[in-house]
């Protein structure tokens, strides 16, 4: 696979200019990535902070687009009161659409989009998910995720496009190229390197040298950010190509995966970070960490910042103590732990993608591209995304599609008619909600929109009356990263007594279920 195209001379020389003029403080700073919720916007300033985050519900309050844009545009501004001026690119997952933001149109996830299999559908999504957060001001999206997820107990299945490698890539170049070719471009994040769908049930490890570490304090854990007991041709072959595919269709930034492969930690394995990808597929971009994810190196976090840095890691998603990250980094500067070519690379990679971003031309985008977030346009395109996703597993009998005129129809289950069931993950929160967090047509709304002849309980409670058709939404409670490894792919027996509940009421009883993937 050909290395990423070459980044153009006049970067090149601007960011080396830039570079020369610049003291170590101002070049560690750039590395530094806190969440919005632990630095005032004058540390930002203070400290030359390079990026600043929202985590899974790292949301202004109150939680609206305007709200999102003010927050985003205090941070920027505090970045161009510095001696040099240099913007921050403000990071987000947006991973389904602008995802944290209420009133943001959200997608189906990736699970879905792979379901569809239509990769100018996902440019598409892309484009407008672009377009929603820069009308917020947030430039940096953490998507793709080009996972390709090899056991279904992982909690993050559903953030991957598929199991089959050609596949998410064809579809994570697809959002690649529409977050990222189109102006104004928005930065994506190629996540999560590597192999983070590749790890073995059972692998996980505890860290309780971390304070309010998810794995050591919840024990569903069990197979995210585990380990990938895989050889390096498997590695290669499943989970390498999409990274590959990724830099030569111009990635400008890859996310580090938690997790180890071969009891390695892959934010220290100087092999894969540094030798691997920058030297062998040329990425020429820069490398982020995942959160906190550094300090599961070593208990002391001295050897963390050493080992990560020198691994080829470019900016830490500290993302609390901002200011330890600094201190510790400049120690190991001063000490020759780290050496200043390392940083002056880790910097150049950092400014080479905000130059290709266009931030120091203009760091605050289209203030106009705000009255599009949320709009009838952008929600027709994610109406063709769910109408896509649906996957008919069984249509015994010829059950689907109903007739219209279907006279009496039956629909249960708490799923139909709850907006945060039908989202799932990473929606305005980080875990997801349940009922009304966001706006949007539930599928019972949807039902009635098509039929004057339904009749909802949730409980599937009709036992004075009786339907031609009966219909049954089961919905899992929504979820996000190890807090949902299940190895009990099963029904719940809520949603078991609603089937037996709703079968005796119904005249015929087919079989016909499908997979809708949507929000
Ligand atoms: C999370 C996830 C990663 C996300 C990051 C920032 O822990 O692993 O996908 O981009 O933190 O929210």
């Known amino acids: 696979?050909?290395?990423?195209?070459?980044?153009?001379?006049?970067?090149?020389?601007?960011?080396?200019?830039?570079?020369?003029?610049?003291t170590l403080a101002e070049k560690i700073g750039q590395m530094t990535q806190p969440e919005k919720n632990s630095i005032p916007a004058e540390d930002v300033t203070n400290y030359f902070i390079g990026s600043v985050l929202s985590g899974g519900g790292g949301n202004p309050a109150p939680n609206t687009p305007a709200n999102w844009a003010a927050m985003v545009r205090s941070f920027q501004e505090a970045a161009l009161k510095t001696?040099?001026?240099?913007?921050?690119?403000?990071?987000?997952?947006?991973?389904?659409?602008?995802?944290?933001?209420?009133?943001?149109?959200?997608?189906?996830?990736?699970?879905?989009?792979?379901?569809?299999?239509?990769?100018?559908?996902?440019?598409?999504?892309?484009?407008i998910t672009g377009l929603e957060m820069l009308g917020t001001n947030v430039h940096w999206n953490f998507a793709p995720a080009v996972s390709v997820p090899q056991d279904i107990r992982w909690g993050r299945t559903y953030e991957g496009y598929s199991e089959d490698t050609d596949l998410v890539i064809e579809l994570g170049v697809s959002y690649l190229k529409g977050l990222q070719d189109v102006e104004p471009r928005a930065l994506a994040s190629v996540k999560h390197f590597a192999a983070d769908g590749g790890t073995a049930w059972g692998t996980v490890q505890t860290y309780d040298w971390i304070m309010g570490n998810w794995q050591s304090a919840d024990d569903r854990w069990s197979i995210d950010q585990g380990d990938a007991l895989i050889d390096e041709a498997t590695l290669r072959e499943i989970h390498l190509r999409p990274y590959q595919a990724a830099i030569a269709a111009g990635a400008q930034n890859i996310m580090v995966s938690f997790s180890s492969w071969q009891g390695i930690k892959n934010h220290g394995n100087y092999h894969l970070l540094t030798e691997i990808l920058k030297q062998e597929f040329g990425f020429e971009g820069f490398l982020v960490s995942d959160w906190m994810a550094i300090n599961q190196i070593d208990r002391d976090y001295y050897?963390?910042?050493?080992?990560?840095?020198?691994?080829?890691?470019?900016?830490?998603?500290?993302?609390?103590?901002?200011?330890?990250?600094?201190?510790?980094?400049?120690?190991?500067?001063?000490?020759?732990?780290?050496?200043?070519?390392?940083?002056?690379?880790?910097?150049?990679?950092?400014l080479r993608a905000k130059q290709w971003l266009g931030v120091f031309e203009q760091p605050f985008p289209d203030a106009a591209l705000l009255n599009d977030v949320g709009s009838d346009e952008h929600r027709a395109v994610a109406r063709e995304a769910v109408r896509k996703s649906v996957t008919l597993l069984r249509n015994e009998k010829d059950t689907l599609p109903l007739a219209k005129d279907t006279p009496s129809i039956f629909v249960a289950g708490r799923g139909a008619d709850n907006i945060g069931l039908q989202c799932g993950g990473w929606s305005i929160v980080w875990l997801g909600g349940d009922g009304a967090i966001t706006e949007g047509t539930t599928l019972l709304e949807g039902f009635k929109q098509a039929s004057q002849n339904i009749r909802y309980d949730a409980a599937g409670d009709f036992s004075d009356a009786r339907a031609e058709i009966g219909i049954v939404v089961v919905a899992e409670p929504p979820y996000a990263e190890g807090m949902g490894d299940n190895d009990q792919l099963t029904l719940s027996e809520e949603d078991i007594a609603i089937l037996k509940r709703v079968r005796p009421q119904v005249d015929s009883w087919r079989w016909s279920s499908s997979l809708a993937a949507h929000c």
Do not use: W
Not at 86 to 101: E, K
């Open 303 to 350: 050897t963390c910042v050493v080992t990560s840095i020198n691994a080829g890691l470019d900016m830490v998603m500290v993302p609390f103590d901002y200011k330890l990250f600094i201190s510790t980094l400049t120690a190991a500067v001063e000490k020759g732990d780290v050496s200043i070519q390392r940083i002056d690379d880790a910097v150049r990679r950092i």
């Open 83 to 127: 001696r040099l001026g240099i913007p921050l690119i403000y990071g987000s997952d947006a991973v389904h659409g602008h995802n944290n933001v209420f009133g943001a149109v959200l997608f189906p996830h990736n699970i879905g989009l792979g379901a569809a299999r239509d990769p100018e559908l996902v440019a598409k999504i892309a484009r």
């Open 1 to 22: 696979m050909s290395a990423s195209p070459q980044v153009s001379s006049p970067i090149k020389e601007s960011v080396e200019a830039l570079l020369a003029e610049m």
